[in-house]
């Protein structure tokens, strides 16, 4: 009899414990299921669809269902990639061998991507203070920065040939090149479709109006 109640305590024991363990994996998974939906929702306006849940997944906690917070949080990983675009270029200059138009174009790149940056950054700092009685105003700036920043991005490599000059019949040396230039295209194309991702944020923001980024944010 005492083996039998004993055997009941440890069946009824071993079922709480693992009713405890599913219903916390079951809240696990919801709770990641909704950090999923969040991002997939503010990225269903944008382009690039999953490059921009790639890119913004981590700020689903913070970010929720606030336009304001994933349009900041879209700006924000912008200048992070606009960035690494940028000492790209640097390191190209300073290890030289572009010659001719390459070497212009270089040049012509790099001034345009801190131009790309400027603009970046004025975005930012309007969508941390964003007003109710600029709002209106607020969102067409921070359209035209964006949009300037894009183009800047697009017009980059406009300036380079692709078929690498002949540089003392030295191959390695034009092979080398192509690649690098073939590489700044790939980095340049990426970092421009993270940027027209966060341009469809932005205004997004700006469709669902002042109201909408109050009542959001303060919750």
Same mark, same amino acid.
């Given at each position: 009899?005492?083996?039998?109640?004993? =055997?009941?305590?440890?069946?009824? =024991?071993?079922?709480?414990?693992?009713?405890?363990?599913? %219903?916390?994996?079951?809240?696990?998974?919801?709770? #990641?299921?909704? #950090?999923?939906?969040?991002?997939?929702?503010?990225?269903?306006?944008?382009?690039?669809? *999953?490059?921009?849940?790639?890119?913004?997944?981590?700020?689903?906690?913070?970010?929720?269902?606030?336009?304001?917070?994933?349009?900041?949080?879209?700006?924000?990983?912008?200048?992070?990639?606009?960035?690494?675009?940028?000492?790209?270029?640097? +390191? =190209?200059?300073? !290890?030289?061998?572009?010659?001719?138009? !390459?070497?212009?174009?270089?040049?012509?790149?790099? *001034?345009?991507?801190?131009?790309? &940056?400027?603009?970046?950054?004025?975005? =930012?700092?309007?969508?941390?203070?964003?007003? #109710?009685?600029?709002?209106?105003?607020?969102?067409?700036?921070?359209?035209?920065?964006?949009?300037? %920043?894009?183009?800047?991005?697009?017009?980059?490599?406009?300036?380079?040939?692709?078929?690498?000059?002949?540089?003392?019949?030295? @191959?390695?040396?034009? !092979? @080398? #090149?192509?690649? +690098?230039?073939? &590489?700044? +295209?790939?980095?340049? +194309?990426?970092?421009?479709?993270?940027?027209?991702?966060?341009?469809?944020?932005?205004?997004?923001?700006?469709?669902?109006?002042?109201?909408?980024?109050?009542?959001?944010?303060?919750?």
């Amino acid at each position: 009899m005492v083996i039998i109640s004993r =055997l009941m305590l440890l069946h009824a =024991l071993l079922l709480l414990f693992l009713s405890s363990f599913l %219903a916390s994996s079951g809240q696990m998974v919801l709770a #990641k299921g909704n #950090k999923n939906g969040y991002v997939r929702e503010a990225c269903s306006v944008t382009r690039y669809q *999953e490059l921009c849940v790639h890119s913004l997944a981590q700020f689903s906690n913070t970010a929720g269902t606030s336009p304001s917070k994933w349009a900041r949080a879209g700006v924000s990983v912008t200048i992070g990639e606009v960035k690494k675009v940028r000492a790209f270029l640097a +390191q =190209l200059k300073r !290890n030289g061998g572009f010659i001719g138009r !390459n070497r212009a174009a270089l040049s012509d790149c790099a *001034e345009v991507f801190d131009d790309a &940056l400027d603009e970046l950054h004025r975005s =930012l700092d309007v969508l941390r203070k964003l007003s #109710k009685t600029t709002f209106s105003t607020q969102m067409g700036d921070l359209n035209t920065w964006i949009s300037a %920043a894009l183009t800047d991005e697009d017009t980059c490599l406009d300036g380079f040939s692709f078929q690498v000059q002949d540089n003392n019949n030295n @191959n390695n040396h034009n !092979n @080398n #090149k192509k690649k +690098q230039i073939k &590489l700044l +295209q790939r980095r340049v +194309q990426n970092v421009s479709y993270i940027t027209s991702n966060a341009l469809a944020l932005v205004n997004k923001l700006a469709t669902t109006g002042i109201e909408s980024f109050v009542d959001q944010d303060k919750s």
